[in-house]
C-alpha cells in the first residue's frame, strides 16, 4: 500500500509532467509539428489547455493545416483562447480557415489584445496640466476629447473580417468569412470607422504587402513558428485587388457613407491622407462614394486637358546644336555617324523637380519689407512623382520599343551587383554647379533699413519603387522655367556632363545610350494648394561616334548630347488643383509619347533640328 506523502509527492509530479507536456504541446502546435502534437497528446496533453497568455493549442496552429485538422478530431474548441479563425485570416491560411468553419468557428468571435490605448495619452495630458498657469489649454481640451473617444478598459478586439481586411489582400479569406455570416456593421473601437474605413485606411500596395511577408517571416520564425512552403513562396499578386475587395464587401451591406468618430467618410479619410492612395479613391468614387460629401471636387484638369490628344501636344528640341561635326567635335553627336543606331538604352533618371518660387514686398521708399519662398513638399512631392510614373512607365517603354529600341529600368540594367555599385556610387561630372536652394532677399528704404532674406532648398524626387538617381541634367529657371535649356547657344553647353554620362555610365553600365526624365513642377501661390506642370524634359546621351580613348584619350567629349526633347507650359498647367481630391497624372503618358516620337525621328534621321 502506496503511503499519503507518497502519493501526494507523484500526485504533484504528474500535475507537474502534464503542465509540461500542455507548454509543450503549444510550442508544438507553433511549430506545425504534427509528429510531436499527436505524441503530446497521446500522452495525455490537453488539446484545450490555455496558457497565461490565453493561447491554446490550436489558437497557435494557423499556418498548419495538419496540425488543425488533428487537434479538430480530437475534439479542440475552434472558439476557445484567441480564435484561430482570426489569426488564420490575416496570413491568407485558407485551407485552416476552411477546417476551422466547417468545425462550427465563429466568424464574429473577435481576438481580444491586452494594450492600454489610453495610457500615453493620459500622460501627455498629465504632463500639460502640471505646467499649471502656462499649460495649453487647447491641447488639453484635445487630449480629454481624444481620451473620451478612446473605448473603455485595457484591450482591444479584432475580428476574423477585421484582419483580412486590413491585413491582407486576400479575397478568398473574406469571401469564406462573409458566407459563414461575418458582419459587416462593425464599428472599429478606436477610430469608429466601419469595414469599409478599414479597407480604404491599410490599403497599400501589393508589391509593399508582398515584401512585408518577405521582411517578416525572420520574425515569425524566431517566435516559435515554422513557416511552411505555401506561405513562404505565396503568390499574393492574384488575391485580389481593392475594387474587387471593395464590391464584395458592398454587396454584404457595408455602407460606404458611414461616419467615423472624426464625422468623416471612407473616401474624406482617403483624401486627407498625407500620401494619397489614387487607386483607392478611384475605386470608392466608382462604387458610388459621394465626391460632395469630400468637400471637394473630381473636375478635369488644365493638365488634362492639355494632353488628351497626343498629337496635339507641343513637343520642341532642346539641345546644343553647336557641333554635330564629322570629327567629333562639338556637344552633340552627329546622329549620321551613329551606327549602329542605339538599341538598348538605360532610364538612369526619373525625377519631379522643383525649382522653387518667390516673392518680396517692399523696397526703397517703403520701410517694410517681406521675403518669401516655398516649393512643393516632400511628402507631396512623392505622391505626385509616384503618381506621374505609374502613368507613364508603361507608355515611355511601349513608345521606345515602338521605334525599335528597349528602355532599360534600373531593375532590368542592374542585372549584376557590380553594375548596381557602380551605379549607386557613380560620381556624377559637370562644368556647371547644380543649384540647391532658392533665396529671396529685399532691404526696406533708410539707413537703418531692415533686410528680409528667406531661403529654401530646391526639390528631386524620384519614384518610391523605382531605383533611380537624379542626375543633374540642368538648372531650370527659379519662379517659372524658360522655353529651353539648351538652344541658346555654347554657353548652355556642358562637356563634362556628357562625357559623364554618355560615354563613362554608358560603359559602366554596358549600354548603347542612357535617358533622363525630369518634370518640372511649381506651387504657383505660397498659400494655395495647387500644383502645375511648367516643363517635362526627356535627354538622351551616348559615345561620341567620331572620337574614342583609343583614337584620342585626350578628348574632353567622349560623350555627346543625342537628342532633348522639352514640352513648356508657360504658365503651369495645373494638374492637382487645391480643391481637387487627388493629382490627375493620365497625361503625363501622352506627352513622354510625343517625347519619344521627335525624338526617335531625329535619332534615326528622319527628322531634322529645324525648331
Known amino acids: 500500500m502506496i503511503k499519503k506523502p507518497l502519493l501526494l509527492v507523484l500526485l504533484l509530479m504528474s500535475v507537474q509532467v502534464l503542465a509540461q507536456n500542455n507548454d509543450e504541446l503549444i510550442k508544438a502546435s507553433l511549430a506545425g509539428d504534427v509528429g510531436k502534437v499527436k505524441s503530446l497528446v497521446e500522452g495525455g496533453a490537453n488539446v484545450n489547455y490555455a496558457d497565461a497568455n490565453g493561447n491554446t493549442p490550436i489558437g497557435v496552429a494557423y499556418l498548419s493545416p495538419a496540425v488543425t485538422e488533428y487537434l479538430i478530431s480530437k475534439g479542440a474548441d475552434v472558439n476557445g483562447g484567441f480564435p484561430s479563425l482570426v489569426s488564420a485570416s490575416r496570413y491568407y491560411s485558407i485551407d485552416v480557415m476552411k477546417m476551422l468553419l466547417k468545425a462550427g468557428a465563429d466568424p464574429n468571435k473577435p481576438g481580444v489584445i491586452k494594450v492600454d490605448l489610453a495610457g500615453p495619452m493620459k500622460k501627455m495630458l498629465a504632463d500639460e496640466k502640471a505646467k499649471g498657469k502656462k499649460a495649453n489649454k487647447y491641447m488639453v481640451k484635445a487630449f480629454e476629447d481624444q481620451i473620451a473617444k478612446l473605448p473603455p478598459g485595457n484591450s482591444v478586439s479584432y475580428s476574423a473580417l477585421q484582419w483580412a481586411v486590413g491585413m ?10 462573409l458566407d459563414a455570416g461575418a458582419k459587416t456593421d462593425f464599428k472599429n473601437s478606436v477610430t469608429g470607422g466601419n469595414i469599409i474605413h478599414e479597407l480604404a485606411f491599410t490599403w497599400i500596395p501589393v508589391s509593399q504587402r508582398a515584401n512585408n511577408i518577405v521582411t517578416n517571416i525572420p520574425y515569425l520564425e524566431k517566435a516559435g513558428l515554422t513557416i511552411p512552403d505555401w506561405y513562404r513562396n505565396i503568390n499574393i499578386y492574384d488575391k485580389g485587388n481593392f475594387d474587387d475587395i471593395l464590391k464584395l464587401l458592398i454587396s454584404k451591406g457595408a455602407d460606404l457613407e458611414f461616419l467615423d468618430n472624426n464625422q468623416r467618410t471612407p473616401l474624406k479619410n482617403a483624401v486627407l491622407q498625407p500620401k494619397v492612395n489614387a487607386e483607392v479613391v478611384l475605386s470608392l468614387i466608382a462604387n458610388g462614394a459621394s465626391v460632395k460629401a469630400t468637400g471637394m471636387t473630381n473636375e478635369i484638369t488644365e493638365f488634362q486637358k492639355e494632353t488628351e490628344n497626343v498629337d496635339k501636344i507641343k513637343v520642341r528640341f532642346d539641345f546644343p546644336r553647336e557641333g554635330r561635326n564629322a570629327n567629333g567635335a562639338g556637344y552633340s553627336a552627329n546622329m549620321d555617324l551613329v551606327n549602329p543606331k542605339p538599341k538598348r538604352i538605360a532610364l538612369i533618371s526619373f525625377y519631379l523637380y522643383d525649382p522653387g518660387k518667390g516673392k518680396v514686398t517692399g523696397g526703397a521708399n517703403s520701410a517694410k519689407v517681406t521675403a518669401s519662398v516655398w516649393r512643393t513638399p516632400d511628402a507631396i512631392a512623392q505622391t505626385q512623382i509616384d503618381g506621374f510614373y505609374s502613368k507613364g512607365i508603361s507608355a515611355l517603354k511601349a513608345s521606345f520599343k515602338e521605334n525599335g529600341m528597349d528602355l532599360l529600368t534600373p531593375a532590368e540594367f542592374l542585372d549584376t551587383d557590380e553594375k548596381a555599385d557602380f551605379y549607386y556610387d557613380f560620381s556624377q561630372e559637370s562644368a556647371k554647379k547644380e543649384k540647391t536652394s532658392i533665396t529671396r532677399a529685399r532691404t526696406a528704404g533708410g539707413f537703418m533699413g531692415e533686410t528680409a532674406i528667406a531661403t529654401v532648398s530646391t526639390l528631386k524626387i524620384s519614384p518610391s519603387d523605382g531605383g533611380y538617381r537624379q542626375f543633374f541634367i540642368a538648372n531650370e529657371a527659379e519662379d517659372e522655367s524658360i522655353i529651353a535649356n539648351f538652344q541658346g547657344g555654347v554657353f548652355s553647353a556642358n562637356r563634362k556632363l556628357t562625357s559623364s554620362l554618355g560615354y563613362e555610365l554608358c560603359k559602366g553600365l554596358g549600354v548603347d545610350a542612357v535617358v533622363a526624365v525630369y518634370i518640372c513642377t511649381r ?23 567620331g572620337r574614342s580613348e583609343g583614337t584620342d584619350p585626350e578628348a574632353k567629349n567622349l560623350g555627346q548630347f543625342y537628342c532633348g526633347t522639352r514640352t513648356y507650359y508657360s504658365s503651369p498647367a495645373i494638374f492637382k488643383e487645391a480643391d481637387g481630391i487627388f493629382g490627375q497624372y493620365d497625361g503625363i503618358a501622352n506627352v513622354l509619347k510625343a517625347h519619344v516620337a521627335k525624338m526617335a525621328r531625329y535619332v534615326n534621321g528622319k527628322e531634322k533640328d529645324e525648331d
Not at 491582407?168 to 468569412?177: F, G, H, V, W
Not at 505660397?526 to 559615345?543: H, I, L, Q, R, S
Open 168 to 177: 491582407s489582400n486576400c479575397k478568398e479569406c473574406i469571401q469564406l468569412l
Open 523 to 545: 506651387k504657383p501661390k505660397m498659400n494655395k494648394e495647387d500644383y502645375g506642370v511648367n516643363a517635362v524634359v526627356t535627354m538622351m546621351f551616348g559615345p561620341n561616334p
